[in-house]
């Protein structure tokens, strides 16, 4: 008989107040802009696990065989009978590469779309009966606390993804430094990084042939006209993605394709032709670049994994 998932609502999950303070926020600045945290309800986290599928998307097969390959040596410096702590958990498909070399004695899964964290959780606590399986439904960006009943004397956290390139250094170098106060001394942090690499790589991977990214992106107006009061128009805009050299990172936008006006919970927004709600910022490291800020974060580098073309890093690092 499998354990029931042990579910904590941690009420982080954007409410409707949250998302509309947000965008008129982020829609009011000179350059407007939307959180990438909104792109996950229900469909946009079933879109994303298809991007993962999709041929140009190097990032997520890069890094399962990288995981895959070095499970053992995880598992080897992790030590045994940890917990093990997935921070945008997704489908949960990544972290099972790591369970049986690791056999952690509990699993936490952290997401902000609580239906999707939900399935994939349940699916893992069938799929391990032997593994007791959390989930907390969470925005794991801010400042959070482990859930009560949690069992956690030596905790590895897990970020998979290159998720960690949807901040800015400052901010990513914050965000480190949560996490440094929310893990005891001595414990763990496995996290994957996308690498620099050559401008064709890295556009063809965030405009993929099937539009599966390009859904991804407009499914966030989808979602604003289906909890806000509002009239906005998907069919007005278009996805673009591109690299920019100079900030090291892939920057997505949703483009308006004539002058329009659109009204958002009673206020009104001017777009031109042409111009673009930025959505979101993946960033891109050198393997040296990134270990310098997760040590300013005070982190020290345990080992790091890349691929044969190193397209994609996987790195432990211990809290010092």
């Not at 498909?93 to 699993?107: D, F, H, N, T, W």
């Not at 964290?117 to 799929?127: I, N, Q, V, Y």
């Not at 997505?252 to 206020?267: C, D, F, K, R």
């Amino acid at each position: 008989m499998t354990l029931a998932v042990r579910f904590h609502d941690m009420h982080a999950t954007p409410a409707k107040t949250s998302l509309r303070d947000e965008i008129l926020t982020g829609f009011s600045a000179d350059q407007k802009f939307a959180s990438p945290k909104f792109f996950y309800d229900q469909r946009g986290s079933e879109l994303f696990d298809r991007i993962c599928a999709q041929p140009e998307y190097y990032p997520t097969r890069t890094e399962e065989s990288i995981l895959a390959d070095a499970a053992e040596d995880i598992a080897s410096i992790a030590g045994n009978d940890a917990t093990l702590i997935e921070l945008g958990s997704g489908a949960s498909r990544k972290v099972r590469l790591l369970l049986e070399a690791m056999r952690p004695s509990s699993y936490l899964g952290i997401d902000i779309s609580r239906d999707f964290l939900l399935e994939s959780t349940r699916r893992l606590a069938a799929d391990y009966p032997w593994l007791e399986v959390h989930a907390a439904c969470a925005d794991f960006s801010c400042n959070m606390d482990l859930p009560e009943g949690l069992y956690c004397e030596r905790p590895v956290g897990f970020f998979p993804g290159s998720s960690i390139g949807n901040f800015d250094p400052e901010s990513a170098e914050d965000f480190l430094r949560g996490l440094h106060s929310l893990l005891p001394v001595g414990s763990g942090l496995l996290i994957g990084v996308d690498l620099v690499k050559d401008r064709a790589t890295l556009e063809a991977a965030y405009n993929d042939a099937a539009g599966v990214t390009a859904a991804f992106n407009l499914n966030l107006l989808d979602r604003l006209r289906e909890e806000l009061n509002t009239e906005i128009d998907p069919g007005r805009f278009t996805h673009r993605a591109f690299f920019n050299e100079t900030q090291s990172r892939i920057e997505m936008h949703l483009v308006s394709q004539l002058p329009q006006v659109v009204a958002i919970e009673g206020e009104r927004f001017h777009f031109l032709e042409g111009e673009t709600i930025h959505t979101e910022n993946s960033y891109k490291y050198t393997v040296e670049g990134f270990q310098a800020l997760t040590e300013r974060a005070g982190f020290k580098a345990r080992a790091c994994w890349t691929d044969d073309g190193d397209l994609f890093s996987v790195h432990y690092l211990e809290r010092t």
